[in-house]
């Protein structure tokens, strides 16, 4: 794959930390469609959400998915959550699909976890990987006077009239081992 064009559409310090990368390449959901669109054979969509994310919230259809964390099942009191633990063999199952010169559009739900996978790829010798920002759900919306309010509806790839299915394409799946 070659690089269809290297610039980032947005700088580091428009970001929240969690969403920025060592790499420094980031584009919106809408955007990584339309370098998508432009050059499939030469752009990746990488979806590194959970197979439960992908089964019950859909996914982009060319996108391969290739999880970079598991749910966990144990409540954390003091983070109130069910926190997530990374897979070890992520970066060597990306290795299995594509080159470190390809050009990845890596997504998440909202630009974190997509942050953490390419700075892992960046760190595997990946040059060319942009984070999609605002993922496949978008943003939170921060009106207080919206019925939506706390709710991710803005933007991502959801929410941009991108192209997104329920149907799984096991083809494009590469799930952790054990």
């Not at 959970?50 to 099942?73: D, N, R």
């Not at 897979?87 to 909202?110: E, H, L, Y």
Request: proline share 8%.
């Amino acid at each position: 794959m070659s690089t269809p064009s290297k610039s980032a559409t947005l700088s580091s310090t428009q970001l929240p930390q969690g969403k920025q990368t060592v790499l420094g390449l980031y584009v919106t959901a809408k955007e990584a469609y339309e370098k998508w669109k432009a050059h499939p054979e030469k752009v990746m969509v990488l979806d590194v959400r959970t197979p439960e994310e992908l089964l019950f919230v859909g996914h982009p259809p060319m996108a391969w998915k290739i999880p970079i964390a598991a749910q966990s099942y144990h409540w954390d009191d003091t983070k109130r959550e069910f926190p997530m633990q990374l897979v070890p063999d992520f970066v060597s199952r990306v290795q299995a699909a594509a080159k470190p010169g390809d050009t990845i559009m890596v997504m998440c739900r909202s630009g974190g976890r997509s942050a953490i996978a390419a700075n892992l790829l960046a760190k595997a010798g990946f040059t060319d990987v942009y984070n999609i920002i605002d993922g496949m759900e978008g943003d939170v919306v921060a009106d207080p006077d919206s019925l939506f309010l706390g709710q991710r509806l803005k933007n991502g790839w959801k929410n941009s009239g991108c192209p997104w299915t329920y149907d799984l394409t096991p083809d494009r799946m590469l799930l952790p081992t054990g």
